[in-house]
């Protein structure tokens, strides 16, 4: 390793894996629920506890900012990639509070679908995450940032067709259109949030090449 | 006063303060309206007029950014804190329309406790602002960003409670529920926009550490 | 012209400025369905290639930015720009494809109003991108920018009223309502995402002021 004369402080990249690491962790209980619909009370305040863990990890982040004299990385771009990964967790946590607060039914197979993106969408965010520690790796950033961007475009065609067919096939039940549009479009906005992530590394990337 | 090369222009803290004073008087007179729900037209033009008044101040700020050659912040963070600002305002604004627009009958007690918290984060963010002058006091900043964000919180508690009995309460009357979901997602954007200002002053602070 | 020690990328100007021209032609698109309602497939399928064409833009600039030792503005403000204007056109897509998807009959007058707007606010996208060549026309810049701003605020009122009438007219009628909602919505984000350009590109000419 390379001397430096005043170490970096690696923790932040630990914060970040940390981060996505429990959206990932979210996503998956999400896409777990759609799955087996049992037990919907424990497993939506189970998201709610990792959406709890994922604030912990943004406050450690902030507070370790402010008592660290040189940082890896620009403190605000530290500040937006933590703020990032968060608010992913913060909408599947929104989502799976609707299904449990709208009392619905059963997950339709267009959930079951979205969830599945969602998971590999944060799959690739906890990849591209991880690259911040080596950001000369420029070409594989950019191609896990591609496959994120490519992912986001599935999940808005899943939202789009889902919408189509519940307005054909709940036209007598407006509050469950109500309802279920909200749900897919929350779901949809969490992997809008990835590419948001995807976009700030990327943008990190760019100001250290 | 310890001298300076060049003087810096005070007078953006002067028009941070006045905006975040605007957006409270817009929160207050907002929560005014959901308690006493009497002369609505006139009360919801008396905040469109807080709102344009936000405009202006914006408009000043940018205007004196231009003419302005030694900023005691850099140029873009000016913008930004003054935009966010500005977003809590506009979001009161939206809010109140929708209640005049819809030709709602009366408010509701979820309405009138989402109302006074904003009015606690608009306190809280006119604070926040006020510290922008002596950004030294981290302690101190820190503290009331983790406020706006335990009211942001509570704020969306808030909501998805009263989004869960308006789905039931209001089952037979989807263009009542089509409305009042509308007003209470608007009102907690605003919420949202507070710990957007609160993430803004956050970032300046570290960059000047 | 004046001799550069290193020569300036040119090729971002245009790049911004191919991106701006590419939404116009996508609002443009939009109007002209909105006036005259017939071949709705094609015209929606035309929408969404000029939307693939603003993605293959943004990729190129980004391509780009990675191949560029001297960039003629800060990487993530190049990014920043390109990734805004794309966004106008992903939201004019949105609203076209709404159209299509949900078998709307006939656009309303109002529809086709804030379609109008919406074309007036690219066209300024468009002016005010081209100054990004020489910023330091900083009064003819900040013109265009308040235009975009008063032409956001045009379409903000038009929604309202659109609302305002859609919840009264279509009472009874409540899925109409909600697939009116979100289209009305919709068509107004594309407008603020133009002010959002428009912020851009005045958050750049203060960098360089």
Known sequence: MAFRLLPRDETFFDLFERAAENSLVGAE???????DFSGVEEKVRHIKELEHEGDRITHETLDRLNRTFVTPLEREDIHRLVSGIDDVLDHIDATANRLYLYE??????????????????CQEVKITVGYLR???????INQHCIEINRLEN????????????????RKDDPIAVIKWKEIYEKI???SDKCEDVANAVQAVMLKHA
């Open 29 to 35: 209980a999400l896409a777990d629920l759609c799955r």
């Open 104 to 121: 619905i039914d059963r997950p339709t197979d267009a959930m079951k679908t979205m969830a599945d993106v969602l998971v590999r969408a």
């Open 134 to 140: 080596n950001l000369r790796q420029a070409a594989e």
């Open 154 to 169: 599935e999940c808005d065609d899943l939202l789009r067709q889902a919408l189509k067919h519940l307005m054909k096939d």
């Open 188 to 190: 949809e906005i969490a």
